[in-house]
């Protein structure tokens, strides 16, 4: 993921290896839905409901125009929810752009987890296009 981040300037470096390496997020910051790590790294209804309240108090943080990014559908929904947003009409689908409040939009793209890209699922040219689109949204 820096690596991706780095090639569309959201990072200083392309790889980080320890909290004190040195990496700066620029123009970006990384969230969970969760806050905890769950048991088979599967967070529960309960868990991601629970963890929500702290979602919501980060989006209502950023600045108008902010684009998020959701990695896979737990994270989509997790955001909707904390916006105050319904699903319906807003299905997750990688590459789809939906409008949240103030201006600042969410953007879907499939979790970039070994699963995803061991199958394809995700290949690092998909990735990279959905960065490439956020600077693009940004910098319009």
Known sequence: MYRTLHAHGFASRPESASASDGLRLVD???????????????????????????????????????????????????VLRASGLKPAGRAFAHGALH????????????????????????????FDRIFARVRHLLDR
């Open 28 to 78: 970006c910051r990384i969230s969970n839905a969760v806050k905890c790590l769950p048991p088979g790294n599967k967070p529960l209804p309960a868990e991601i409901r629970r963890c929500n309240v702290y979602l919501e108090r980060e989006l209502a943080a950023l600045p108008k125009g902010a684009v998020v990014v959701a990695l896979g559908g737990i994270a989509h929904a997790a």
């Open 99 to 126: 409008s949240l409040a103030a201006d600042r939009r969410l953007l879907d793209s499939y979790h970039c987890s070994r699963l995803n890209t061991n199958t394809g699922r995700l290949t690092p040219a998909m």
